[in-house]
């Protein structure tokens, strides 16, 4: 089901949100100047031209329309927490994660004033962290386009593991372009193929994202995947 055709009118996309060509090129600037923390310096330099100020409209729809699974969900890369806060409630515990120590210092900011009990924010490698718990729901945007490309069957591995047999993975597939270099790197339904259909992951959905920012209309994709009962039972 397209569910982001029915519009809530409470979403209203920012139309200053995301970037000028002049701020990706200054973030870019920021962030080879520092090979082993460069995520850090655009963070400490308030250089974050992906960052929307406010939740993803589209997640945000799908919150309030049902739409999301319950249970845990895990958002990678949550930079200054709003999507976490935004689906965090009694019948979904979110964590998110990051590693900028800025990032997650603004993230548990903005979550002080909220039902801080059905979330939290870590400061920590997602290729790397080992949770005790999986997850239900992993939703991903602007974390698979900011990862190296030759990262992503990795990112793919990780995000089989820390997902549920029955856990849905939604992703919001973001550039879609023909720009070189990165971050944040081009991107197509078919490279999310790629790494996950052989990890028997399939779309249940694939769909223009309605809800995109202005100047990111057209150019992202709202896709909603899940593991084959084939592959899950391995």
């Not at 209203?12 to 082993?36: G, M, R, W």
């Not at 990032?103 to 900011?109: D, F, L, M, Q």
């Not at 309605?210 to 899950?232: F, N, Q, T």
Request: glycine share 6%.
């Amino acid at each position: 089901m397209d569910t982001t055709k029915s519009h809530d009118k409470t979403i209203t996309p920012n139309s200053t949100f995301p970037p000028s060509s002049s701020k990706v090129d200054k973030f870019q600037q920021v962030f080879h100047s520092d090979s082993t923390d460069g995520w850090q310096r655009c963070w400490e330099q308030g250089v974050t031209p992906w960052d929307l100020g406010q939740p993803t409209p589209a997640l945000v729809h799908l919150h309030k329309t049902g739409a999301l699974p319950k249970g845990r969900a895990l958002i990678p890369g949550c930079g200054s927490g709003h999507d976490v806060v935004a689906i965090a409630c009694p019948d979904r515990y979110v964590v998110g994660l990051d590693l900028s120590e800025v990032a997650i210092e603004k993230a548990k900011k903005l979550s002080s004033s909220s039902s801080e009990e059905y979330l939290e924010f870590l400061k920590t490698d997602f290729f790397t962290w080992c949770p005790t718990e999986l997850f239900d729901l992993i939703f991903d945007y602007t974390f698979f386009c900011a990862i190296e490309p030759e990262m992503r069957s990795a990112w793919a591995v990780k995000i089989r593991d820390l997902l549920k047999p029955d856990g849905e993975l939604i992703t919001l597939i973001f550039p879609i372009s023909d720009q070189e270099g990165g971050p944040p790197y081009k991107v197509s339904v078919t490279d999310y193929e790629e790494v996950l259909h052989p990890l028997g992951f399939e779309s249940i959905s694939v769909m223009e994202n309605d809800l995109a920012v202005a100047p990111r209309m057209g150019r992202e994709k709202l896709a909603r995947w899940k593991r084959s009962l084939w592959h899950s039972s391995l």
